[in-house]
């Protein structure tokens, strides 16, 4: 992507913090991240892990472990830093604490969906008939 073109998108990187405690075990998480929206091959790279990860009965797997290995997968090339416990807990995938990774995941999905509204706003015309619906 030309550097022009990149200077007029919102920045592709977002910060958080994170202060949660396990559903499991109880423990206590806390910490900095920096997440990145994905371009073309980050997205490819997270699916073939996603795939590699679901093994070759994936559509039968439990559905909460499909859901656990999509967000690692995509957590995997996304979060650029990151707190020593999340890094050494494999992005979170060897946690006893599911809503942790879900916690994490949840930021960077909402960050994706605020940016692409900041790029795609919405026509008065669409927010009309959107009220309208209501």
Known sequence: MSEKLLNKLP???HEFEVDVVG?????SY????TYRK??????ALAERKRVELDG???SDMD????KLN???????????EAPTWWRESDNGYSLLDFNVVE?????????????????????ESEEKSDEGQK
């Open 11 to 13: 920045s592709l990187e």
């Open 23 to 27: 559903s499991t075990t109880r423990a």
């Open 30 to 33: 806390k910490g900095a991240f």
């Open 38 to 43: 994905p371009n073309l091959k980050a997205k």
């Open 56 to 58: 070759p009965s994936g």
């Open 63 to 66: 559905l909460g472990v499909q």
């Open 70 to 80: 999509y967000m690692v997968a995509y957590l995997m090339y996304t979060i650029i």
């Open 103 to 123: 916690k994490v995941f949840n930021e960077c999905d909402k960050f994706e969906t605020d940016w692409d509204a900041k790029v795609w706003p919405k026509e």
